[in-house]
């Protein structure tokens, strides 16, 4: 508890596994869904809220310093299929578009 008090938990116990960047309204509707999901199988997200781009969004995830980010817009969804972007290296993770894979994929990460 004391180190709750004193804010000096480890970084790797509050650090973001994924953050998703939304780029159209569809792709807001379908990152609540999976985020309340991943959030239920406890596992670490969060969402680039408002109107940013694509742009601002990735800045926002980068920001975060979150593991992971993943786009979501129309074609991610119509396809459902996305990728992940590991972000201390850039490298693209091809994933199917369900919360049930990305959980898999994310919930296995160090």
Do not use: H, W
Request: net charge neutral; charged share 25%.
């Amino acid at each position: 508890m004391a180190a709750l008090a004193e804010n000096s938990l480890p970084v790797e116990l509050n650090q973001i596994k994924l953050f998703i960047v939304p780029i159209t309204e569809q792709g807001k509707n379908e990152g609540f869904k999976i985020l309340s999901q991943l959030r239920a199988a406890g596992i670490t997200c969060d969402m680039a809220y408002g109107d940013r781009g694509l742009k601002g969004g990735m800045k926002a995830a980068d920001k975060s310093r979150a593991l992971y980010s993943l786009v979501i817009g129309d074609d991610e969804i119509s396809n459902g299929k996305c990728d992940l972007k590991l972000m201390s290296n850039g490298q693209l993770i091809s994933s199917s578009l369900t919360a049930s894979e990305l959980i898999k994929r994310v919930g296995n990460s160090i």
